[in-house]
């Protein structure tokens, strides 16, 4: 018997965070983010949950290659563009479009004897200081690459360092129109931050992320108040009851003591399954869809819970991790992380089962 925990990814719910992304900017090309094979869902779950995606944006090429073989005809985005010169062959080859953020990647693209009909964006460096070309870069490799015969299309982008903070952006989209004021070409702004707080950067097409998968962008916005759906459940079992007397502790460090006489379970998630080792004492968690809380510390296959609200509760209860019930957002916070990284830390020794539903 494998042990029983279990990561469900939920299609039904990544289709309808799509349509949500969609309703906010209507029209726009929409380019489903799946970097971290879709952001620890699977590669193989996106895909087809994100079929009616325009195009879907990654940065890892064997991914890429992964999509084209599984069957991926429409466009697909390298976000970190080429690491090398081979990656424009297989960009040429695989019909991949190549961000260009470096002026590196540009002589790539100029060298490439072979190329033909390559789709490119130039990247500003808005102000996150990470990837991208300053203005006077930017417009200069925009018009170069235009020149290129091999090149059949050259959009333009940046990437907001602060969409999540009110008005956070707003610096940063009025540096990107001044850099690419004049220049006649697409334009892509938004993360799922921007996508439903700033419609004025919608632009012409957006890149929604962590809103596909049911998490929030925002500090003070939960994911159920955007209107959107939980893409995966982490469930487990508790596989040990104990009964504690006053004074007695739970787990290593003994950094849990009871105040008075409780039953704790013992669940089977620690953190070699992803579940965060800083998730304090009081993390949010349910048992047979009873909301309750962690005790002690997260060991690496065990946790404890608290089953002060479930006197039934027996070795075998049902534990949601995080899911439905249990945000991931607010798991996330209790261990002074974000959503994001939790999803996509899930431990490959977690089976995972895809639901239409
Ligand atoms: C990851 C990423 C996104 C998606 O960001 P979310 O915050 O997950 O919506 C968009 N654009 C770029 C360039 C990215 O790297």
């Not at 489903?32 to 949950?49: I, S």
Request: hydrophobic share 50%; proline share 4%; aromatic share 6%.
């Amino acid at each position: 018997m494998p042990r029983p925990i279990l990561a469900t990814i939920s299609i039904a719910a990544m289709r309808h965070n799509l349509s949500v992304a969609r309703a906010h900017a209507p029209g726009r090309f929409a380019w489903a983010v799946v970097k971290a094979d879709g952001y620890g869902h699977g590669l193989h779950a996106a895909l087809r949950a994100f079929a009616d995606a325009d195009g879907l944006a990654l940065v890892e090429f064997d991914r890429a290659s992964r999509l084209r073989e599984l069957g991926w005809t429409k466009p697909l985005l390298m976000l970190e563009g080429a690491f090398d010169e081979s990656d424009v062959e297989q960009a040429r080859r695989q019909q991949l479009s190549l961000v260009v953020h470096e002026m590196r990647q540009l002589h790539w693209i100029e060298r490439a004897t072979r190329a033909s009909a390559l789709d490119v964006v130039v990247k500003l460096n808005s102000g996150m200081n990470r990837l991208g070309l300053e203005p006077a870069a930017f417009r200069v490799a925009f018009e170069r690459l235009r020149r290129l015969a091999a090149v059949r299309s050259v959009g333009l982008m940046t990437h907001f360092a602060d969409a999540d903070r009110q008005g956070g952006a707003d610096a940063a989209l009025r540096r990107f129109e001044q850099a690419a004021q004049g220049l006649d070409a697409p334009r892509s702004l938004a993360n799922s931050a921007a996508i439903l707080s700033l419609p004025t950067s919608h632009a012409s097409s957006i890149r929604p992320g962590i809103m596909l998968y049911g998490a929030t962008p925002f500090d003070d916005r939960d994911a159920r108040a955007l209107g959107l759906r939980a893409a995966m459940t982490l469930e487990s079992r508790l596989i040990a009851v104990q009964s504690l007397a006053a004074g007695d502790t739970v787990g290593y460090g003994s950094t849990f003591r009871a105040q008075r006489p409780m039953r704790i379970g013992i669940v089977a998630c620690g953190y070699a399954d992803g579940y965060p080792r800083h998730a304090a004492t009081g993390t949010p968690i349910a048992v047979e869809g009873v909301a309750t809380q962690t005790v002690g510390r997260v060991s690496m296959d065990m946790l404890a819970v608290d089953l002060g609200a479930l006197p039934q509760a027996d070795a075998g209860a049902r534990v949601e991790l995080w899911g439905d019930i249990v945000p991931i957002d607010e798991v996330a916070r209790a261990a002074g992380t974000i959503g994001y990284e939790l999803m996509c830390a899930l431990a490959a020794r977690v089976p995972r089962r895809v639901v239409d539903a």
